[in-house]
């Protein structure tokens, strides 16, 4: 019986260390697309500072905000990254958990690019291109019908004669959102087919009615041509890998890491890049957020220091690390600054 | 047969020559073997595939690219109160030592005579790693004597110049990659002519721990083994005593009746159930529920644990069952006790086969990595956990996570790590059945 004794005893000492230790580290959870960023932060600050590397994990926008708001104490995440601003839902939900103080800290933009294998033809792309090379239905003849378009050149003579086939990101990705609204509506709305989809709806009014003949719009195809992919950027890689006729679609700094396997299209004849997404000139882009646990602050060591450290110039300014990296700095970051030595709690949704 | 009795005269039967339903015979036989065989050759074919892409990939790891320099750490920039104060000198932050970096590197490009090519310092410092400023800072923090003095520093390459050296970056692909130019790279095989560039053997991929996306060549499985080490601990010293107890129980003393059939059916549903499900589990108890932190090794081990104990049970039971009753009976006709029997006949007769069911478990434990998804330990941890008992409350991560969050980074350089990082795994699985089946061969007795 000597081993019960003494893994019971074992127990009860890691039990007691448990208790006696409070936690030195963040924790912090949320997008895998503010996952690099983080770790880059993360390791800078835990080198330059007295305080503890933090933890970052990633999970998801939505399972971050979740997490965020299970409640406060010492087994909750402090900081929430998202690629999609927080939900009336999230907070809510952070209300009735005891999560009443939430800062929004914006830390930069994203822009969403479409590449294609290094190897094959350069693609120039606009939004009405992607709308009928992978939307459901299209506009013909005034009417609607299924997309049946087989070739790039097929939807627009300047492309290449290669056959359509697009990896674009599962619906439960931040990216989907911008991809939705940024490139499939205004495609939509450029070729009439929001038109019909709106004379077609039966929406009770006007507003429910936008809203059906938007969410026609943002229908793929279903034949095989446009692929959900559920997965990071690296499985979209690796599926191009596979077929090097397919087009991907990568988040800035992905394709800025693996410009030696990939060639990105342009949109509306603007070529992606941190400064062409700074100034407004390339359309596909959103914005990213921390959401901090202000009630936290002064409780876990280091949190308010980490926000201010993140938002520093030598971060996410015009020449910081972050932005060598592909994050595209905010315009308005001074104000951001301001608003965390402020420790500014976000207001409700407009 | 029924010819033999029909026909008046039996034919002939040669006993040497086959007759044609012999001869089927044989054939289905041989045909039967060549199934056999293939099948163990699509085995080994799906085997060799998988270590030649892992081996492919991953042998580069455990080599690393440095560029040894000279550098004079200068009192008037580290030091400037010069009292070697350590707080005063972690004011100077990786910034300032990257500066100290650059000079030394221009200064000896120059001394070596190696031409540049007209790249900035800016760009020389793009071969370089920008970890190995942060190398150099603590080197200094930890040893402030040094400072004054000229040190020789193997400063880490860039992942792409390691790469070059590796095959794994060529010029061509140089040409469209925003990170490195081809010109940088003429630059680097100039150094490594003069020898500043060295290939080693890389020990820091061991020990070091993770990295951030602008660094891959820096990342390392430290963290991750610790972790690994620690859950394997608390398995052992949990699962162990736990699973010997309950088979003990279940097969020398406890009545057979109804509810030892309840038990003993539901041990086998346990180890069937999919690992994630004791993830869940993990979440819901351990974490809400009892408040232990997140991404800790302390609750991986605890979910290993349950996932670990029905094989050992399973295991131990088959071998105390192995024990042959004459040994009991005669333990108890010389008048030993229930508990001497077990103790002083049994158990020691069933160790080599609770051992080896112990660690084949274990070895399963430490491949596990979706329950661990759960718990929070697919996580950027920096930070080495401190030694235990403390540490098991640490953040931590563990191999099988390692591999799985480097395959998802965007770096290519994080593939051959991840490769790298699965051969670890494999080694010490590797390890570990192999002991198992020295401990079956050597102690296992048969009565």
Known sequence: ?350 | MTDVIAGAVPAAKSLIEPDARTRARNAAERRFRMMGIAAILIGLLALVTLLASVLGNGLSAFRQTYIEMAIPLDAAVLDKAGDRDPEKLAKVTTLGYGKLIEASLEQMLADRGVDTKGQTAKQLMGLLSKEAASDLRQMVLAKPDLIGTTVTFPALANGRVDGFFKGRVTMESAARDSNISPEQLEVAVLMKEAGVIKTSVNWAFLTNPDASELRPESAGLGVAILGSAYMMVIVLVLSLPIGVAASIYLEELAPKNRWTDIIEINIANLAAVPSIVFGILALALFINFLGLPQSAPVVGGLVLTLMTLPTIIIATRASLKAVPPSIRDAALGVGASKMQSIFHHVLPLAMPGILTGTILGLARALGESAPLLLIGMVAFVKDYPSSPPEGFFDPASALPVQVYSWTQRADPAFAERASGAIIVLLVFLMTMNALAIVLRRRFERRW
């Open chain 1, 1 to 350: 019986m000597t081993f019960l004794k003494f893994s019971v005893s074992a127990v009860a000492l890691c039990a007691m260390a448990g208790v006696a230790e409070a936690r030195d580290n963040l924790q912090i959870a949320g997008s895998s697309t503010v996952l690099p960023y983080a770790t880059i932060v993360a390791e800078a600050f835990g080198e330059n500072t007295d305080f503890a590397t933090p933890v970052v994990e990633g999970g998801g926008s939505g399972a971050g905000r979740k997490k965020l708001c299970e409640g406060v104490g010492e087994n909750t995440i402090d900081i929430a990254n998202s690629s999609s601003r927080i939900k009336q839902s999230d907070i809510d939900e952070c209300k009735t958990n005891g999560v009443t103080d939430i800062m929004e800290v914006r830390i930069g933009y994203d822009g969403i690019v479409f590449a294609t294998a290094a190897s094959g033809p350069a693609f120039a792309l606009t939004p009405t291109d992607v709308f009928l090379a992978i939307g459901a239905k299209v506009a013909k003849d005034g009417a609607l019908v299924d997309n049946t378009a087989k070739q790039w050149a097929e939807v627009n003579a300047a492309l290449p004669a290669q056959d359509i086939l697009a990896f674009i990101p599962g619906t439960k990705h931040g990216t989907r959102e911008v991809f939705d609204t940024k490139v499939l509506l205004e495609g939509c709305k450029a070729t009439g087919a929001y038109d019909l989809h709106l004379a077609a709806s039966t929406g009770a009014d006007d507003d429910a009615k936008k809203k059906e003949a938007e969410t026609a719009c943002f229908e793929t195809r279903t034949d095989g041509a446009s692929v959900d992919i559920d997965g990071d950027y690296t499985e979209t890689l690796a599926r191009m890998d596979a077929n090097p006729t397919a087009m991907g679609v990568f988040g800035l700094s992905f394709y800025e890491n693996n410009t030696a396997k990939l060639q990105v299209a342009t949109m509306s004849g603007v070529t992606p890049s941190v400064e062409t997404i700074a100034s407004g000139e390339y359309p596909v882009s959103r914005p990213l957020y921390m959401y901090v646990k202000k009630q936290h602050i002064g409780v876990i060591p280091g949190l308010k220091e980490y926000v201010q450290f993140f938002v520093s110039d030598d971060m996410v300014g015009p020449e910081g690390e972050l932005t060598q990296y592909g994050l595209v700095p905010d315009p308005e970051l001074a104000a951001t600054q301001a608003a965390v030595e402020a420790e500014t709690v976000m207001g409700p949704l407009e």
